[in-house]
Every structure is written in structure tokens, then in C-alpha cells.
């Protein structure tokens, strides 16, 4: 692999053409119109002007980034995440063209991507999964699903992710109230109306074990992140390792995962997610078959470098250790930096970012695609930044956070800056005692 | 002449989905409060409503454009 083009923006290309230079491989960049001055395009060794403003003109334009990374002489494609990054018709078509795509293969991203053949696939590797119903069409065959999996249930988009389109329901009638709409919502998201039920895991917590595995068969995991706070099913911060977890239940999260990985021959980095309940039982959720936001946190506890093994794999070289050379060396806490006004129903809010004075010292480390005087554009997500702290142990990461929030200064877009600050001093974060909910419950 | 204009940046849609028909057409009538179109913000979806009562004499944004804030996006008449 000489050169890689990243199909992405923001602060994850800029981390992966990073990763791709530290490796000796050049970075070509891709960008829409309103990101000709974005920072990974000045840190890239070349870049590509692919199309409009508006993602489905640009980066979710798979023609543009296929002809980009060809007419470049790029070998390799890396799809950051979000975007075509799960999109198995855009891995085949960087293969069609004689490219690598930096990722699983493509029956594997269909797989994972299918609810139920990743259910499946759990099942057949010995991992519990949470009690669900096979896609249900009408209320009556709902109904009845739903007494076989057991109230309080949520509505599930068959081909959904991201947490979108998802609703729950406590009774048989509010199950046929909502239906309607949560097929509408599937159809709309995902061009796809099929709907399965699941059981609601009540005062969960969302545990995710990162997995590598190379082409040579080797399966490892650099132990869990739980991403328990999140709004509207979006996270918020997430932790590593998951706080409080007995050593006895670590081992079988990821444990589980791995063999998830492997029973699926699973190749790249990816994301087995977990609800974790109160008595350490766990259920898989999905896999998610690219590179997470969330990663740096595993990264600076485990001191792997995922986007570097990422390009290793993709290179069809073996991973660059075992799994009796990764252990937990302390604690890391991310705080997802948005713009987002936290005083209008956290509304997405775009703008000039006049002023980004980022925090340092050590066990700080921030990832972002900005500097001051960016404009944050009205059509992507709405993220700045992402602040990781971490420290030999949970506390000296939360105090660092601390540190670095009261040093962090956004200017000219609201942002989740003040959320964090007040977040970081309620007792139940101090202490790791939150679940899925728990942010809603105190908004 | 009346207009409707952008009362955000972002992405203009005219039907709620790809495969949905679209909100309002040229020449129909539409009333104060009604829902006209879509734009997209960060990947949240606001509703553009009408502002006052009249009839669409047509739209000055192509389904899936971008818009600026103040932008007109639908001239009306009458």
C-alpha cells in the first residue's frame, strides 16, 4: 500500500491520514464545496474536489470517490466512518476497481449490516442475545411477537443503525399505535419497512468491545468502552475500560466478541456492542463493521494504534502483536464536543467557529477536523471536536477532563462545552453508576 | 411579490422522503402554518412552513439544493 485515499471529512480523515503518513503511506483527501479549506485537505498529500455541499452530492457520492481514488493512484480506500463506510456496494465497488478497501469483507459488512443474519450469527457463536422476533408486518403479528418476547419491547428498524428509528413500546396498544409510524420512519431512513421487535433492556449499559482480526487468523480485542451517556440514543461521552466491571464479566464480554469475530471471519477493526445489566448479564446488539468516534479512548489505554493496524490489515500483513501483549494500562474518558445549543433542546447549530482554544498537558488528546475561523457547515454532523483524558486511574482521567474542559473555549457556535463541565460533577458519573437512560432522566 | 424564504442553512427537500410525493406543487393553493418542504441541518430535519396563505407560483430552489439562510425558496401569488 503506497497511498491511500480517505473517504471521509473531519476530524477522522484527519486521523487517518495522520495514521497513513506515520506509516510511510501518502493520504489523498476528497471534499465537498463547502470544505475546499478543511484541515485534512491542507494535511493530505493531495486532494480531490468531489462535488456539492450536500453529503448525498459528495461523500456519499460512491462514483465521485471511486474515479477520485482511481485518477489519484491511490491503491487503498479508507471509509472513516459513517457516510459509505457500511455501505457493502461501496466496498465492492472500490474492489471492482481494482482497489482495497480498508475494511471487512463485503459479505461481512451485508451480514452485519442485516439485524437478523447478525443475530444469527451471535447465536451460532455461543454469544446471548437480547429475546427478538423475526421482522413483523402487521399489528397482530406484532402483537404476538411481543408476548413471546416479553414488554416493555422496542421497535427496531430491520436495516437501521446509528440508533435511528428505533421506539419502544410498554402495551399491546401502544405497540399498535406506534408501528405504523416506525415502519413509515424505516422506509423513509433506510428505504426498507421491515421491523422486528426486541425485548427493552431496562438500566442497561451500553458496553462495546473493539475487535482486530487480519487476514492470517488472528482475532483480538482491546478490551471495552462503555458508552452509556448518550442523548436520544446519540453518545455523549463514553469511557474505557467500562467502569466497575468485575474482572470475571470483562473477560466474557470480550471473550464473546472475539468469537463472534472470528465465527463470522471478520477482517479490519470493528465493534461488537453489548447491553451490559446490573447483574453483569449481556446481551449482543450489532456490530458495526468500520472505525467508531470513540476509538482514541481504546487506543490510549491499550497504547494500539487501531487506524494504524487498520491500514496493516488492509495491507494483508498480520496485526503487529497478540493478545497476550494488549492490556489495560488506566483509564480514558471521551467528551463529545458539539455544536449543539444545550439551552434549545440540544438543536444542531451551525456557524463561524471564531474561537477553538484547545486544552493539552498531559493525558489530554484532542481530535478534530477544525481550527478558529472554520466555518461549522450546515451539512454534516454537528461535532467539533472530541476531548480524550486519561490518566493512570478513573479518577486522574475525570479530574484531567475537568482540567482540559475549564481550559477549552468555543466561540460563535453554541456548544455541549457547559454540559460536560456540569456532567462531570453529577455523583452517578463520579461514581460509573449510569445506564442508557440516565442522561434523559436528568435533562 | 410574496416569497417564503430559508429561515435556515442547509439542505432543501420538497417531499418528506425520496419515494413520497412532494409537500406542495406549482399552483397549489397552501395555507399559513403549512408544511411546504424540508430543510436539513446537521442531519436534523426541520419543516419549512408557510408563512401566509396564497398560491405556489413556483419554487426558486431545486429539490435537494443547498440554501442559505434568508434565501427565498417558494415565490407565491396572490
Given at each position: 500500500?503506497?497511498?491511500?485515499?480517505?473517504?471521509?471529512?473531519?476530524?477522522i480523515?484527519?486521523?487517518?491520514?495522520?495514521?497513513a503518513?506515520?506509516?510511510?503511506?501518502?493520504?489523498v483527501?476528497?471534499?465537498?464545496?463547502?470544505?475546499?479549506?478543511?484541515?485534512?485537505?491542507?494535511?493530505?498529500?493531495?486532494?480531490v474536489?468531489?462535488?456539492?455541499?450536500?453529503?448525498?452530492?459528495?461523500?456519499?457520492?460512491?462514483?465521485?470517490?471511486?474515479?477520485?481514488?482511481?485518477?489519484?493512484?491511490?491503491?487503498?480506500?479508507?471509509?472513516?466512518?459513517?457516510?459509505?463506510?457500511?455501505?457493502?456496494?461501496?466496498?465492492?465497488?472500490?474492489?471492482?476497481?481494482?482497489?482495497?478497501?480498508?475494511?471487512?469483507?463485503?459479505?461481512?459488512?451485508?451480514?452485519?449490516?442485516?439485524?437478523?443474519?447478525a443475530?444469527?450469527?451471535?447465536?451460532?457463536?455461543?454469544?446471548?442475545?437480547?429475546?427478538?422476533?423475526?421482522?413483523?408486518?402487521?399489528?397482530?403479528?406484532?402483537?404476538?411477537?411481543?408476548?413471546?418476547?416479553?414488554?416493555?419491547?422496542?421497535?427496531?428498524?430491520?436495516?437501521?443503525?446509528?440508533?435511528?428509528?428505533?421506539?419502544?413500546?410498554?402495551?399491546?396498544?401502544?405497540?399498535?399505535?406506534?408501528?405504523?409510524?416506525?415502519?413509515?420512519?424505516?422506509?423513509?431512513?433506510?428505504?426498507?419497512?421491515?421491523?422486528?421487535?426486541?425485548?427493552?433492556?431496562?438500566?442497561?449499559?451500553?458496553?462495546e468491545?473493539?475487535?482486530?482480526?487480519?487476514?492470517?487468523?488472528?482475532?483480538?480485542?482491546?478490551?471495552?468502552?462503555?458508552?452509556?451517556?448518550?442523548?436520544?440514543?446519540?453518545?455523549?461521552?463514553?469511557?474505557?475500560?467500562?467502569?466497575?466491571?468485575?474482572?470475571?464479566?470483562?473477560?466474557?464480554?470480550?471473550?464473546?466478541?472475539?468469537?463472534?469475530?472470528r465465527?463470522?471471519?471478520y477482517?479490519?477493526?470493528?465493534?461488537?456492542?453489548?447491553?451490559?445489566?446490573?447483574?453483569?448479564?449481556?446481551?449482543?446488539?450489532?456490530?458495526?463493521?468500520?472505525?467508531?468516534?470513540?476509538?482514541?479512548?481504546?487506543?490510549?489505554?491499550?497504547?494500539?494504534?487501531?487506524v494504524?493496524?487498520?491500514?496493516?490489515?488492509?495491507?494483508?500483513?498480520?496485526?503487529?502483536?497478540?493478545?497476550?501483549?494488549?492490556?489495560?494500562?488506566g483509564?480514558?474518558?471521551?467528551?463529545?464536543?458539539?455544536?449543539?445549543?444545550?439551552?434549545?433542546?440540544?438543536?444542531?447549530t451551525?456557524?463561524?467557529?471564531?474561537?477553538?482554544?484547545?486544552?493539552?498537558?498531559p493525558?489530554?488528546?484532542?481530535?478534530?477536523?477544525?481550527?478558529?475561523?472554520?466555518?461549522?457547515s450546515?451539512?454534516?454532523?454537528?461535532?467539533?471536536?472530541?476531548?480524550?483524558c486519561?490518566?493512570?486511574?478513573?479518577?486522574?482521567?475525570?479530574?484531567?477532563?475537568?482540567?482540559?474542559?475549564?481550559?477549552?473555549?468555543?466561540?460563535?457556535?453554541?456548544?455541549?462545552?457547559?454540559?460536560?463541565?456540569?456532567?462531570?460533577?453529577?455523583?452517578?458519573?463520579?461514581?460509573?453508576?449510569?445506564?442508557?437512560?440516565?442522561?434523559?432522566?436528568?435533562? | 411579490?410574496?416569497?417564503?424564504?430559508?429561515?435556515?442553512?442547509?439542505?432543501?427537500?420538497?417531499?418528506?422522503?425520496?419515494?413520497?410525493?412532494?409537500?406542495?406543487d406549482?399552483?397549489d393553493?397552501?395555507?399559513?402554518?403549512?408544511?411546504?418542504?424540508?430543510?436539513e441541518?446537521?442531519?436534523?430535519?426541520?419543516?419549512v412552513?408557510?408563512?401566509?396563505?396564497?398560491?405556489?407560483?413556483?419554487?426558486?430552489?431545486?429539490?435537494?439544493?443547498?440554501?442559505?439562510?434568508?434565501?427565498?425558496?417558494?415565490?407565491?401569488?396572490?
Amino acid at each position: 500500500m503506497r497511498r491511500v485515499l480517505v473517504a471521509n471529512r473531519g476530524e477522522i480523515a484527519v486521523r487517518v491520514i495522520r495514521a497513513a503518513h506515520a506509516a510511510g503511506i501518502e493520504a489523498v483527501a476528497v471534499h465537498s464545496d463547502a470544505d475546499a479549506e478543511g484541515q485534512w485537505v491542507r494535511l493530505a498529500d493531495a486532494a480531490v474536489h468531489i462535488g456539492k455541499s450536500a453529503a448525498a452530492k459528495s461523500y456519499l457520492n460512491s462514483a465521485a470517490l471511486v474515479e477520485a481514488a482511481v485518477s489519484t493512484g491511490s491503491d487503498a480506500v479508507h471509509p472513516g466512518y459513517g457516510f459509505l463506510s457500511e455501505r457493502p456496494g461501496f466496498a465492492k465497488e472500490i474492489g471492482d476497481a481494482g482497489l482495497t478497501f480498508v475494511g471487512p469483507a463485503v459479505s461481512t459488512i451485508e451480514m452485519m449490516g442485516d439485524k437478523a443474519a447478525a443475530r444469527g450469527a451471535a447465536e451460532r457463536a455461543d454469544v446471548p442475545i437480547v429475546p427478538g422476533s423475526p421482522p413483523v408486518a402487521t399489528v397482530d403479528e406484532a402483537v404476538a411477537a411481543a408476548e413471546d418476547v416479553g414488554f416493555p419491547v422496542l421497535l427496531k428498524a430491520a436495516a437501521g443503525g446509528g440508533g435511528r428509528g428505533i421506539r419502544p413500546a410498554h402495551t399491546a396498544e401502544e405497540l399498535a399505535e406506534v408501528l405504523p409510524a416506525a415502519q413509515a420512519e424505516a422506509r423513509s431512513a433506510f428505504n426498507d419497512d421491515s421491523i422486528y421487535l426486541e425485548r427493552a433492556i431496562v438500566g442497561a449499559r451500553h458496553v462495546e468491545v473493539q475487535v482486530l482480526a487480519d487476514g492470517h487468523g488472528n482475532v483480538v480485542h482491546t478490551f471495552e468502552r462503555d458508552c452509556s451517556v448518550q442523548r436520544r440514543r446519540q453518545k455523549l461521552i463514553e469511557e474505557a475500560p467500562a467502569p466497575g466491571l468485575a474482572p470475571e464479566t470483562r473477560q466474557r464480554i470480550n471473550d464473546a466478541a472475539v468469537r463472534l469475530a472470528r465465527q463470522v471471519g471478520y477482517v479490519g477493526a470493528g465493534t461488537v456492542e453489548f447491553l451490559l445489566t446490573p447483574d453483569g448479564e449481556f446481551f449482543f446488539i450489532e456490530m458495526n463493521t468500520r472505525i467508531q468516534v470513540e476509538h482514541p479512548i481504546s487506543e490510549v489505554v491499550t497504547d494500539v494504534d487501531l487506524v494504524a493496524e487498520q491500514l496493516r490489515i488492509a495491507a494483508g500483513l498480520p496485526l503487529s502483536f497478540d493478545q497476550d501483549d494488549v492490556s489495560l494500562d488506566g483509564a480514558a474518558v471521551e467528551l463529545r464536543i458539539n455544536a449543539e445549543d444545550p439551552d434549545n433542546d440540544f438543536q444542531p447549530t451551525p456557524g463561524n467557529l471564531s474561537r477553538l482554544d484547545l486544552p493539552g498537558g498531559p493525558g489530554v488528546r484532542v481530535d478534530t477536523g477544525f481550527v478558529a475561523g472554520d466555518r461549522i457547515s450546515p451539512f454534516y454532523d454537528s461535532m467539533i471536536a472530541k476531548l480524550i483524558c486519561f490518566g493512570p486511574d478513573r479518577d486522574v482521567a475525570l479530574a484531567r477532563a475537568r482540567q482540559a474542559l475549564s481550559e477549552l473555549h468555543v466561540d460563535g457556535v453554541p456548544s455541549t462545552v457547559a454540559t460536560h463541565r456540569r456532567l462531570l460533577d453529577e455523583p452517578e458519573l463520579r461514581t460509573g453508576a449510569v445506564h442508557t437512560r440516565w442522561l434523559e432522566g436528568l435533562c | 411579490m410574496a416569497t417564503i424564504k430559508a429561515a435556515m442553512p442547509g439542505v432543501f427537500y420538497r417531499r418528506p422522503a425520496p419515494e413520497k410525493p412532494a409537500y406542495v406543487d406549482d399552483g397549489d393553493a397552501i395555507s399559513a402554518g403549512q408544511t411546504i418542504a424540508l430543510i436539513e441541518v446537521m442531519k436534523t430535519f426541520n419543516e419549512v412552513k408557510a408563512d401566509e396563505s396564497g398560491t405556489v407560483a413556483a419554487f426558486l430552489v431545486e429539490d435537494g439544493d443547498e440554501v442559505d439562510v434568508g434565501q427565498d425558496i417558494v415565490r407565491l401569488e396572490g
